[in-house]
């Protein structure tokens, strides 16, 4: 966040006049700075569903692979088949 203005503002007897670079001319009539400032971010907690979906995106076909491999040997070292 820049602590520079990004416009400046001032009445014009109809509304409203609004610049986006420095008034250098016109200063005495009264323009006002602008602004931003960003909203604060809301952080809350993940659910356990954002766990768990954020565990299957990462982790799920790896750990899947993993354990369906120590599956598949410990049922052929024990003579586990379909047959």
């Known amino acids: 966040m820049s602590d ?12 409203f006049r609004m610049r986006f670079e420095p008034p250098v001319n016109d200063v005495p009539l009264g323009w006002t700075p602008l602004y931003t400032k960003p909203e604060p971010a809301i952080r809350k907690p993940m659910t356990d569903g954002d766990l768990l979906r954020e565990w299957q995106r990462h982790f799920y076909n790896d750990a899947w692979d993993a354990f369906e491999a120590g599956i598949r040997f410990a049922e052929k070292h024990h003579g586990i088949s379909e047959e």
Request: hydrophobic letters at 35%; charged letters at 25%.
């Open 4 to 15: 520079e203005p990004v416009a400046w503002i001032t009445p014009d007897g109809e509304g």
